[in-house]
């Protein structure tokens, strides 16, 4: 069973199709979309990332197991199981039918139609009547396909519905008004009974069809471009850039809250401590500073181990390809992004176990504060330390210098059975 970790933005629905397909084959997938576990356009653009992923681009796939893989739908056929898959040669075929149907018919007459609505994309009326008219070619002909069928692929949920109806939530949420769908009830008889699968609805909450049709908004549009930048510097710059989809799509993203905005300021500042992590001595200066100025109201530290580590078997074998470094520059950028709550996942080269000691402001796990945190909050044993304990001591030097005995890691690890 695959198992792994999906990098995206927020709500991309490319991301969608590889998220409902592991709802229903079992695979188990965190998502990281969100800081301090993934930043669009700073960790897609790091060294790191575009060494496993190319192109720099989302959704992708990093297995536990170090397998790596990019393209939407590639990842989703990855973590299927064989029903959604096609079981048959000819239902296999089908599935891949309806999946490039998907990205050559669907996708560019609903971008052209959906995005100025969104304030993503100039309007331009030509091209929009023309979207328009591509959007019936395709409703037809999926109308005239479920007349007597209610999916796409078999009697059961296949990949093509999953691809088919991802690729359809903004044109039914957005411009798919009653009298324009009318024509067409398999179509929407079909995507509603889709969108209420249980698997879809986890990841896609519920999906409200469209009462009046979107329009372009010129407001919108302008609140969405890039600041320019100085006049000086614009006459240098090459012609105005309309910002791209995914861009637009992540600004237009109500800002998360900041979970911590409601407690009050402590004094023990963690930018300044992750300056001195990253810039200075671990040992003779970050460490000496973290104890001088921790402060144990406000703050908390915890242990958690990883629950399956035998499962990290193959990791530590495809990752003997990664140096020292690498890691350490990952760690790094790691505590740079994270605001005050700062989250140290240490890969130890050693054992390759993922342990994370995380101080943190309130006396209690922070995922509880935010869903985005929750993620893979189930897969680790959590224990909150005493800080005056030497146990505490201990870990906080291990960890943080990446050093040490690292005794408490466990019988387990210390005699070699799990990775031996
Ligand atoms: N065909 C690809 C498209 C992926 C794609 O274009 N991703 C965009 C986000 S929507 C991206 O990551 N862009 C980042 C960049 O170009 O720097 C797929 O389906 O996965």
Redesign the pocket.
């Known amino acids: 069973m695959a198992a792994g970790t999906l990098y995206t933005?927020p709500d991309?629905w490319?991301a969608f199709k590889a998220q409902i397909a592991a709802q229903y084959s079992g695979a188990r997938l965190k998502v990281a979309s969100n800081p301090p576990a993934f930043t669009?356009?700073q960790t897609?653009?790091s060294p790191a990332f575009i060494s496993n992923f190319p192109?720099?681009?989302?959704?992708?796939y990093q297995g536990d197991d170090g397998f790596c893989l990019?393209?939407?739908?590639a990842?989703a056929h990855y973590l299927s199981n064989d029903a959604l898959r096609g079981a048959t040669p000819q239902a296999a075929a089908q599935v891949l039918q309806w999946v490039s149907f998907a990205?050559s018919e669907i996708i560019p007459p609903a971008s052209a139609w959906v995005f100025p609505t969104l304030g993503i994309m100039q309007f331009n009326k030509q091209a929009t009547e023309q979207a328009k008219e591509d959007v019936k070619k395709v409703l037809t002909v999926l109308n005239q396909h479920l007349t007597t069928r209610t999916f796409l692929v078999g009697e059961r949920v296949s990949l093509a519905d999953i691809t088919v109806a991802c690729s359809m939530v903004w044109l039914f949420k957005q411009v798919l008004e009653p009298s324009f769908r009318q024509p067409y009830p398999n179509v929407t008889r079909w995507f509603v009974t889709c969108v209420n699968q249980p698997q879809f609805k986890a990841v896609l909450g519920e999906v409200k069809l469209c009462e009046k049709m979107a329009q372009f908004d010129a407001k919108k549009f302008a609140e969405m471009q890039p600041k320019k930048e100085t006049p000086a510097k614009k006459e240098k710059a090459a012609p105005e850039e309309e910002m791209?989809?995914?861009d637009a799509?992540l600004a237009a993203e109500p800002k998360a809250k900041d979970p911590f905005a409601h407690l009050p300021k402590s004094a023990f500042v963690m930018d300044e401590f992750k300056r001195k992590y990253s810039n200075e001595d671990t040992m003779t200066v970050a460490l000496p500073h973290f104890w001088e100025n921790f402060d144990r109201e406000g703050y908390s530290i915890w242990y958690a181990q990883y629950k399956y580590p035998e499962e990290l078997t193959l990791t530590f074998k495809s990752c003997n390809l990664i140096t020292g470094e690498t890691q350490q520059e990952w760690l790094i950028s790691k505590l740079r992004l994270s605001t005050l709550c700062s989250e140290v996942p240490l890969v130890h080269r050693r054992w390759f176990c993922i342990v994370v000691v995380w101080p943190i402001y309130l006396k209690q796990t922070g995922q509880r504060l935010c869903p985005d945190w929750q993620i893979d909050y189930e897969s680790y044993d959590w224990r909150k330390l005493d800080p005056e304990s030497e146990e505490c001591k201990t870990m906080v030097k291990e960890y943080f210098a990446w050093e040490g005995d690292f005794k408490h890691v466990g019988k387990a690890f210390n005699q070699g059975k799990i990775f031996k």
Not at 55 to 60: D, H, M, Q, S
Not at 70 to 73: A, K, Q, R, T, V
């Open positions: 933005y991309n490319r669009f356009g897609n653009r192109l720099g681009k989302v959704p992708a990019f393209e939407s739908n990842i990205d791209d989809d995914c799509v």
